[in-house]
């Protein structure tokens, strides 16, 4: 039976120390560090995340300048709105929850935002200091993935990643950490032939596809750490009530692998928890004082 790499206690333990840093820091500097979430329209699991998040920003300490915006919004108004954020002094980190209404071209929103305050890791600035293994701003979710490995002092120096899924967002990132951790690093998707058989041949296996269930016992090496990213919301038939389920086919995994992520409880507390790290750093790196200090 696989043992749980428990994402959810490790987000507490990290945001009770960021509280306490956030306290020093605002005592020191006279301010809080500031984080402006952007979100369009009514999108029921925006909202939800948008709402954790400040949450999670009310919980440590950090200041919230979320802006709420009508699904008719304009990308001129939008492009305004982070100029403006660029320049405002007490914000330190910008969000742009995704995704966006169709009219919306939301690259080139993301290449608005100062690369010094892209909470999210994804301006291109961000992701080519991540190629070269340079200091920056990192996408939150392959971070959070990162740091839960490490937590659990899962060794990764020669060992066989296979990553399902190449987005932006999570695949193609979190393939650079691993590789930058001196894993060996295979990505799959949804043209690889024989998935399975890509799969079965990884030490470390990451699912972020988006598909409920798409990763069986079959397809997992006994011993293997599986790292869930997949959030679905599936519909029980029998009562109409939905629930959240992973990529990965949780009950039988569970029997194949040496550690699994659940869903949820896993990756998702994670990425909340880098997204406010992300804005200290950035806080930090804008008031001249080292991460350490």
């Known amino acids: 039976m696989a043992g749980l790499l428990d994402g959810k206690a490790l987000a507490t333990r990290m945001q009770t120390k960021l509280t306490e840093r956030v306290q020093q820091l605002h005592t020191q500097t006279g301010r809080a560090p500031g984080l402006a979430v952007l979100m369009v329209g009514d999108n029921p699991a925006s909202a939800a995340y948008v709402r954790n998040k400040e949450q999670a920003c009310a919980r440590v300490g950090i200041a919230s300048f979320g802006q709420h915006f009508s699904v008719e919004t304009t990308q001129a108004e939008l492009e305004q709105t982070i100029q403006t954020l660029n320049h405002d002094p007490q914000v330190d980190g910008i969000l742009v929850q ?148 992973g990529d990965v086919e949780f009950e039988g995994v569970q029997e194949v692998a040496a550690w699994i992520t659940p869903v949820p409880g896993g990756i998702g507390p994670m990425t909340v928890t880098m997204l406010l790290e992300n804005t200290v750093w950035s806080y930090c790196q804008r008031c001249g004082i080292g991460w350490g200090e």
Do not use: F, W
Not at 143 to 166: F, H, N, T, W
């Open 98 to 245: 995704l995704p966006l209404p169709d009219h919306l071209d939301s690259v080139a929103l993301l290449n608005q935002i100062d690369p010094n305050k892209d909470a999210d890791g994804l301006h291109p600035m961000n992701l080519g200091r991540l190629v070269r293994g340079e200091p920056g701003l990192r996408s939150c979710t392959p971070a959070g993935v990162m740091r839960l490995l490490e937590d659990y002092a899962i060794d990764l120096k020669g060992k066989q990643a296979v990553v399902i899924g190449r987005s932006i967002l999570v695949g193609k990132p979190v393939a650079l950490m691993l590789l930058e951790q001196d894993a060996t690093v295979t990505i799959a998707h949804s043209r690889s032939q024989d998935l399975a058989a890509v799969a079965r041949s990884a030490d470390i296996l990451v699912a972020a596809v988006g598909r409920p269930n798409l990763i069986t016992a079959d397809m997992v090496k006994p011993g293997a750490v599986v790292v869930d990213v997949g959030i679905n919301r599936v519909i029980n038939p029998d009562t109409g009530k939905g629930r959240l389920v």
